[in-house]
Nanobody
Framework: QVQLVESGGGLVQAGGSLGLSCAAS????????MAWFRQAPGKEREFVSA????????YYADSVKGRFTISRDNAKNTVSLQMNGLKPEDTAVYYC???????????????????WGQGTQVTVSS
């Protein structure tokens, strides 16, 4: 069983930066593709970014491209999301997700991911 624990959320002013981290535990977690999703109040959970098991392939939602960077450290079993140029519309609960075999055409689909963390709140003030 894979367990995911997010950390690093908080309150930041618009234009500021914040880094999120996801600690993964379980068997062969370094073989899993990982992703970040977010969910704002009253809205559906949406894709933010994903990274292949090797770190060689990354995906971004258009809304965060150029501002967010996803990375992973398989030696430490962690995935990070560096968020720069934050906007009030980035306010949401951010979730870490994992799947063993990521189908390339479905990387942004919530249903594609098998394991989820509990989420961490990110609030961007204007």
């Amino acid at each position: 069983q894979v367990q995911l624990v997010e950390s690093g959320g908080g309150l930041v002013q618009a234009g500021g930066s914040l880094g999120l981290s996801c600690a993964a535990s379980g068997r062969d977690v370094s073989s899993y593709a990982m992703a970040w999703f977010r969910q704002a109040p009253g809205k559906e959970r949406e894709f933010v970014s994903a990274i292949s098991w090797s770190g060689g392939t990354t995906y971004y939602a258009d809304s965060v491209k150029g501002r967010f960077t996803i990375s992973r450290d398989n030696a430490k079993n962690t995935v990070s999301l560096q968020m720069n140029g934050l906007k009030p519309e980035d306010t949401a609960v951010y979730y870490c997700a994992a799947v063993l075999f990521l189908r390339e055409n479905y990387y942004s689909s919530v249903s594609e991911y098998r394991h989820w963390g509990q989420g961490t709140q990110v609030t961007v003030s204007s």
